[in-house]
């Protein structure tokens, strides 16, 4: 769907005079992007309430990311965020040699390698925050997917579950998307006593867990990502500073929580839509957990519980839309876009054009299987970004959700909550089903 131009000014999205497309972005702005995608090619420009920005799309764009990263910066992006806890840069805004140090540091840690050496932990805290409810209540489904999340996160790369920190973390976190990345909310908001509060909370916590591990470091060597921050920043400070170590000490809950739970609940919800695909999934989590806890080579024989991941994350891409500036003047798709310009990048859109995947809308999990393969085309399966910057969590993350889902359905009989729930998908501020919530009807072990 490449579209080409003489004239420099890619086409306009629909839209009303001043307000422009906003209406539509505020129902789903993800969805209007692929729309408008469908119907006017690799580049746009969307007006809301008098501004004006580009968005590119289409697999050209995700393999351009890939191919010419020194087309691309998030620095001024993410530089609040950061500036907010203290520190100058972390790994999102940082590009070239640079940023391959930063990502070495945390690479093991959050590494597919790093969760599959501790499966029992994960499936005790399935089975734990499961216990917490009693068959025929109402679990609310988000819920109860981020606390298992921050959970198993938590104690993963710190070493203990966030606890009484959860809410804080949350505020913190949520406040500095809306008010920087998604610009949702007024700056105002950063100084209100409620988020100043949080924040103070969260950095006392991130000290705890760096001063804690440094006290109690393992002798034997290991790569661990809190003992190559604490190295770094005193070693080298101008690389890396205290507070932007502590920052990043906290990377597995601000990177993972809300997406591995919000993809962790649409799966699910998706499983109980599909009674034929939960069976089979089911049929291969007991399979795994045949001799107690599952071990690494039984989660690579789950296919039907791998396709089902992958259609969730084709079909709710929960970054499926990444803010970027251009480096340097940058051609694509018969336009130059100005160094220096913002504009969004629509990873995600080629996951809803038909050209790619069949009746796109549709949970369809058969076209991972031969001959359909439909993901495998370059640039089309993108829900973990693209180029330098992709999901450092990917594989961790895939691993967890699979894990997640297959103890629930190998402990319990489950059902949507109420049973004639319509999914209705809401950002606050990531993607999420909203009201998704689902009960045990019955314990199987
Ligand atoms: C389903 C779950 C997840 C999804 C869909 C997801 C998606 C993404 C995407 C799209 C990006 C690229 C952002 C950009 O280019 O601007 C990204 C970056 C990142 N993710 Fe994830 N993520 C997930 C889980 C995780 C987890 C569990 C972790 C760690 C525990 C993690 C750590 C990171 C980090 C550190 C980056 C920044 C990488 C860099 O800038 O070099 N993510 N993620």
Redesign the pocket.
Known sequence: MTTSTTSNIPPLAPGLPFVGSILALAQDAQDFFYTQYRQLGNAFRVRALGREFKVLAGPEINIA?ATQPDAFT?WDIWEPVVRDFGGRRT????DGPE?AR??RL?RQ??SREALVTHIPMVTDVVVESLRRYTVGARIPGVYFMQRM?ADV?GL??NGRVPGDQFDDIVLWWNTMMEVFISRSKPVSKISQPAYRQARARVKEFATTVFTDRQANRPVAAEDNFLDNLADTSQQDPEFLNHDEALFLTL??YF???D??A???SFMLYELLKHPDILARVRAEADQAFAQGTPAADSLRAMPTLHATALET?RLY????V???ITARDFEFAGYVIPKGEHFM?A?AAPHFAPQFYADPYRFDITRYSEPRLEHKKRGVF?????????????G???V??MLVIATLLHHAELALDPANYRLKKAYLPSMTPKGFGFSITAWRS
Request: hydrophobic share 50%; net charge positive.
């Open positions: 990311m998030a790994l999102t805004m940082v940023h930063m990502r945390l840690s959050f999340t996160l993963l790369s990377v597995a990177a993972g929580l997406t591995v919000n993809v962790s994350l891409p929960i970054a499926g990444l803010p970027r990048v990873n993108a829900p973990f970004g693209s180029g330098p910057h992709t999901c450092l969590g990917a961790l993350a895939e967890q959700i």
